[in-house]
């Protein structure tokens, strides 16, 4: 009996040693739990797109802050020396030949970063086609839960055949500027700062609009909105040539074709901001009563963006002059002109938003029914479009009656 008294005394401290030896097992597999959850690849994945979006605003705000710097240095060397030295070779070169340089390098960048797979726009332009030749409810439906987003505000598949207009015309103005860019000195000198900041931008946002940085779309939105007002200004820079009264006759019609392929650009990207915004707020589950007021407002900037001077073609010391204008005010809010102006923004605002109507439409028809929000949003649009297609037309005879009358 006391031996069996004497083994149950000497259980109790083994049972307790046991007890306590689980639950140190338990909390070295929680800590190895939480350590493989850490180091998963799902974790690791969002620690890198962090670190990304940090290294890509970054990028953003250090080539907002050296364009200025860059158009003053162009602006100063350029009047104060003929040749600028490098090296201790004294290799001397001018301005206009660095200018040309850094254009072409801005476009060669563009092309790279925009020939890199992988990015929402084709992912989202192949599935829609998709949707769109789908016939059962459950094909449509297999279709859109692959799909990154639907929006209110899209534009048909169709729409995004601007960018051949857009890449054809800029390699033949990036031609130009290389190989004969001494024949327009000051017009490469005043928009090259632009162009490269514009080009730099677009290549940002190639880099992120992709499915990595999904939860962070506000980022290639704002890239885009970058690249769109960098090429506005570079826009501004050869408008203002072409209303100088130094500019002979055939040279005004040189910059009016070397201005072209940026209008365009500059009024698409400016869209696809809108477009941007509009997939920000899908992804990020806003409720209806947010996307559709948005949608509208997107509509609204698009013709805000074809049908008005923007601000800061009013900031520059000479105002954008031609003598056949509706009225001509300065003013920090965008001001409607009918005949000022580049009748191009319009045009391609409008291509925009036909692309969106047409979308509209085709959402209704497959609907099979009225829907009330997308009828007065094709409404919308549809007038916007007319709006914007008059104001080309003022433009073009505005820009005609300027050309000849000067």
């Known amino acids: 009996m006391k031996l069996y008294e004497s083994i149950n005394s ?15 097992s338990s909390s070295t597999n929680t800590i190895d739990t939480i350590s493989a ?34 158009v003053d240095f162009i602006s100063r060397e350029s009047k104060n020396a003929k040749y600028i030295q490098f090296g201790q070779y004294g290799i001397n070169v001018t301005m206009n030949i660095i200018c040309r340089a850094l254009w072409a390098t801005a476009f ?122 960098s090429l506005f200004a570079a826009h501004r820079e050869i408008s203002l040539l072409i209303t100088s009264s130094k500019a002979p006759f055939m040279g005004k019609i040189g910059l009016l074709l070397c201005r072209f392929p940026l209008a365009l650009h500059a009024a698409w990207l400016a869209a696809a901001t809108v477009l941007n915004l509009n997939a920000w707020m899908s992804v990020s589950n806003a409720s209806t009563a947010v996307q559709v007021p948005v949608a509208y ?56 938003l036909s692309a969106v109507r047409s979308r509209t439409l085709f959402k209704i028809e497959k609907a099979g029914k009225a829907v009330q929000v997308l009828q007065s949003l094709a409404k919308m649009e549809q007038v916007l479009v007319a709006l914007l297609l008059a104001i080309a037309v003022g433009r073009v005879a505005g820009e005609m009656l300027g050309l000849f009358s000067s």
Not at 10 to 24: C, G, N, S, T
Not at 42 to 49: E, H, P, R
Not at 53 to 68: E, G, H, N, Y
Not at 175 to 185: E, K, S
């Open 297 to 352: 407002l997107s509509g609204l900037i698009a013709f805000v963006v074809g049908g008005c001077r923007l601000p800061f073609y009013s900031s520059h010391d000479q105002i954008i002059r031609m003598k056949y204008t509706v009225y001509h005010v300065i003013t920090p809010l965008p001001v409607m002109t009918v005949f000022s102006g580049d009748p191009w923004i319009a045009l391609t605002a409008a291509w925009a």
């Open 108 to 229: 060669a960048l563009n092309l790279f970063t925009v020939s890199l797979p992988g990015r929402f726009d084709g992912q989202a332009v192949e599935l829609q086609k998709q949707k769109d030749a789908a016939k059962s409810p459950e094909e449509i439906k297999k279709i859109e839960s692959e799909m990154p987003w639907v929006t209110l505000f899209e534009p048909a598949p169709w729409a995004f055949a601007i960018w051949g207009v857009i890449y054809s015309s800029e390699l033949l103005l990036t031609a130009f500027v290389t190989f004969f860019g001494h024949l327009q000195i000051s017009m490469i000198e005043k928009a090259t700062p632009y162009w490269l900041a514009g080009n730099i931008f677009q290549s940002l946002w190639c880099l992120c609009f992709r499915p990595s940085f999904r939860n962070a779309l506000w980022l290639p939105m704002m890239f885009l909105a970058l690249a769109s007002t």
């Open 10 to 24: 000497l259980q109790k401290p083994i049972d307790e040693f046991f007890k306590q030896a689980v639950i140190v």
């Open 37 to 70: 959850e850490v180091n998963s690849p799902d974790t690791m994945g969002l620690i890198s797109t962090n670190a990304q979006v940090f290294l890509l605003s970054a990028s953003a705000l250090i080539v907002a802050v050296l364009i200025p710097s860059l």
